[in-house]
């Protein structure tokens, strides 16, 4: 099924460690985005990319990076992973600025 | 600052009881506001845009309306697989560019 495929699922890594998760889609859109979801404070925005190549910076871009190398493919890198960045990711994409995104299954971090 | 807020936080019915959730936005410029639903322990799922007031759209048992300053999401004779959190987002401009702003949700639970 077309879609966003996020990997890993889940993931625990200790203080310090880096990691990158992946997201990939099949729809040829050319707008892709990363958000976190924490209880009570709702789905935050932490990179985005409207284009192969692009990247800007969300509202918490602090601590991570990313890579639009394909157009396909966005990669959110964490350097050195700390305990406040435990957390549900979710990768979404979209045709453009103003249509609806479509988000992946999502990738459960815990920091410790 | 644009913000999105909803309203109730949690909501219980008996299944066919009809009802609202609100989602009230506070952004200079408004350019559309979404829906989305989310299941537990997945990624949210794209139900509408609105992009200007009077606007309305149905889905199912759904139908999303829109004013100035607020939007609702009526329910009518809601079944139990209309359990989910739904979540309103607007149209914001982060760091000079349009993003999604997310509420915090409202988490609707339909009991048989």
């Known amino acids: 099924n077309a879609g966003v495929t996020q990997t890993p699922k889940f993931r625990v890594l200790k203080t310090g460690q880096s990691m990158t998760l992946l997201c990939a889609q099949d729809?040829?859109?050319?707008?892709m985005y990363w958000y976190r979801q924490d209880p009570g404070m709702g789905l935050r925005l932490i990179h985005y990319?409207?284009?192969?190549?692009?990247?800007a910076k969300g509202e918490v871009p602090d601590g991570y990076n990313v890579s639009r190398l394909k157009k396909q493919n966005f990669l959110l890198g964490l350097e050195s992973a700390a305990p406040s960045q435990t957390s549900v990711y979710f990768c979404?994409?979209?045709?453009?600025?103003?249509?609806?995104?479509?988000f992946g299954s999502g990738t459960r971090l815990t920091v410790v | 600052e644009d913000q999105v807020t909803q309203s109730p936080e949690a909501l219980r019915l008996q299944e066919g009881e009809s009802s609202s959730l609100n989602c009230s936005y506070t952004?200079?410029?408004?350019?559309?506001l979404f829906w989305y639903r989310q299941d537990p322990g997945k990624g949210p799922e794209f139900l509408f845009t609105?992009?200007?007031a009077g606007e309305e759209k149905e889905k199912e048992r759904l139908k999303a309306t829109l004013t100035k300053k607020e939007s609702f999401l009526h329910i009518t004779a809601p079944k139990p697989e209309d359990s989910a959190t739904y979540l309103c987002?607007?149209?914001?401009?982060?760091?000079?560019?349009?993003?999604?702003?997310f509420g915090q949700g409202t988490r609707l639970t339909i009991n048989p």
């Open positions: 979404a994409s979209s045709y453009a600025s103003l249509y609806g995104y479509t």
């Open positions: 729809m040829n859109h050319e707008y």
């Open positions: 990319s409207v284009g192969e190549g692009t990247t």
């Open positions: 952004v200079s410029g408004l350019r559309g």
């Open positions: 609105l992009y200007s």
């Open positions: 987002a607007v149209q914001a401009e982060i760091q000079g560019a349009q993003k999604l702003v």
